[in-house]
Structures are given as C-alpha cells and as structure tokens.
Nanobody
Framework: QVQLVESGGGLVQYGGSLKLSCAAS????????MAWFRQAPGKEREFVAG????????KYTDSVKGRFTISRDNAKNTVSLQMNRLTPEDTAVYYC?????????????????WGQGTQATVSS
C-alpha cells in the first residue's frame, strides 16, 4: 500500500496554469504506475493522465493533450501534473492514484490507492 497526498490546487483564471503535485510514501514508489484522475461537479470521475513506473510512457485523455504534462521524480517519490491553458471545463477535484499494473491504464478499477484530492477551479 502507498499513501498519497496531493497539493497545488487553487483558483486560476481562464488560460492560466497550475501545477499539481502528489507525494507518495509507503511501498517502493517505482512499484507503481501513477495517474491523475478528476471529478467535476455532477460528473463521474475520469482519467486525465498516467505515467509508467520509470517515466518512459505517458498517456493522456484527449481533452488535455498538448496542454497537460505528467511527470514523476522517483528520487523524491513525487508525481506532478503541469496544467496549462486552463479552461472552466478543467474545474474539478483532481486525484492522484497508484496502480500495480505493468502498463499505464486509464481504468479507474486498476488503481488501488488514492489521495484525498485537491480542488482546481478555473474562472471565466
């Protein structure tokens, strides 16, 4: 099991940027594929981005490609999500998640450990 704590959310204007961070503790960080999910008000939680154990593979949902970048620092046990050109449609609670799967997966059911979430709000 790994414990995950997100930070970096906040309020930003349309077109602005935010960087979310997730600190992991517990089991060896490189044992996990890491991902970010988000849940907007009244909507189901959705996959945003994922990164393989050593960072060689990344995956994004179509709506954030070219705007968001996921990265990880295995020496610091952290995973980050740089979000640029934000729009009100990006407003959501963002969750960090960890999976013991070998490949990056967008399926929520493959992630067994979750953070508490951090709110990102984009004003128009």
């Amino acid at each position: 099991q790994v414990q995950l704590v997100e930070s970096g959310g906040g309020l930003v204007q349309y077109g602005g940027s935010l960087k979310l961070s997730c600190a992991a503790s517990g089991r060896t960080f490189t044992s996990y594929v890491m991902a970010w999910f988000r849940q907007a008000p009244g909507k189901e939680r959705e996959f945003v981005a994922g990164i393989s154990r050593f960072g060689g593979t990344t995956k994004y949902t179509d709506s954030v490609k070219g705007r968001f970048t996921i990265s990880r620092d295995n020496a610091k046990n952290t995973v980050s999500l740089q979000m640029n050109r934000l729009t009100p449609e990006d407003t959501a609670v963002y969750y960090c998640a960890a999976s013991t799967r070998i490949v990056v997966t967008s399926s929520e059911s493959n992630y067994g450990d979750w953070g508490q979430g951090t709110q990102a709000t984009v004003s128009s």
